[in-house]
């Protein structure tokens, strides 16, 4: 079955850390762009970065450049976002989601992970 799985989400102080990873199954991720998204309540979702097929980074959001990173791991077929001098306003649901290379659009989502930033 090919689905990705979030977890790492919860609840911390402003300033703190998280790391979220995105689970892949049914497909790797050498042949898949892999992408973070969030969506705060009331608000559209907005994309945060991605590690291409090939381990380029993208980087979409300029409020989180220095203070959130992407990785990833072929052996463990996961992918990592590591979240740092969290800010309430960072408080959303994370998505991971994949692209087969060479595509347009994000077409496995996950379900999401919660993460609150309390100031």
């Known amino acids: 079955q090919v689905q990705v799985v979030e977890s790492g989400g919860g609840l911390v102080q402003a300033g703190g850390s998280l790391r979220l990873a995105c689970a892949a199954s049914g497909f790797t991720l050498n042949n898949h762009d892999m992408g973070w998204f969030r969506q705060a309540p009331g608000k559209e979702r907005e994309f945060i970065n991605a590690i291409t097929w090939d381990g380029g980074i993208i980087y979409a959001r300029e409020s989180v450049k220095g203070r959130f990173a992407i990785s990833r791991d072929n052996a463990l077929n996961t992918v990592y976002l590591q979240m740092n001098s969290l800010r309430p306003e960072d408080s959303a649901v994370y998505y991971c989601?994949?692209?087969?290379?060479?595509?347009?659009?994000?077409?496995?989502w996950g379900q999401g992970t919660h993460v609150t930033v309390s100031s």
């Open positions: 989601a994949a692209r087969v290379r060479d595509s347009v659009s994000y077409d496995i």
